[in-house]
């Protein structure tokens, strides 16, 4: 003998005071296309290769030293370093001697004994922002990146060129 139905009471807005059934996920075919489309964006990595498809690979053996280090430099001094890490080193010693955090680099210059950087920095800030005080540091470092000098070179206000300030 069956047994006798029990009535689910209905979530949401049915004309039909019916209860909701739960239906089994829909086959890859029907599934709306953006969910497809992702499936197909899935990364490969997440997918393990097959037993067959497994290449061992041999080790490389790593040389003792880097190879970097086997070939002479040109002057045999230090090592150089090149314009953005000159930019990066620069915005960090204007930050250690002044406490404010550079707005931007302006310039980088190679020079016979390095570089030169220009790095702008907020001096004081107002409001509205047109009226800050900005202040343009030059940083003279070597070619390993040491310092050699640091300079406040003018002040301005923003949006004016040190040039139009003076007039």
């Known amino acids: 003998m069956p047994e006798p139905r029990t009535r689910r009471a209905t979530h949401g807005n049915s004309s039909t005071g019916a209860p909701r059934r739960r239906t089994a996920r829909a086959a890859p075919e029907t599934e709306p296309r953006t969910r497809r489309r992702a499936a197909r964006r899935a990364e490969p990595e997440d997918v393990e290769p097959e037993e067959d498809e497994i290449e061992e690979e041999e080790p490389e053996e790593e040389p003792d030293e880097p190879e970097e280090e086997d070939e002479p430099e040109e002057d045999d001094g230090p090592a150089r370093i090149d314009a953005a890490e000159a930019a990066r080193r620069a915005a960090a010693q204007v930050r250690a001697m002044t406490g404010r955090s550079p707005e931007g680099v302006t310039a980088v210059e190679r020079t016979e004994d390095g570089w030169r950087i220009g790095i702008e ?17 030059r940083v003279d470092l070597g070619g390993d990146g040491d310092l050699l000098a640091y300079r406040r070179e003018s002040r301005y206000h923003r949006g004016r060129f040190p040039e139009e300030e003076e007039q």
């Open 121 to 137: 920095v907020v001096e004081s800030r107002r409001i509205p922002d047109s009226t800050d005080i900005l202040a343009l540091y």
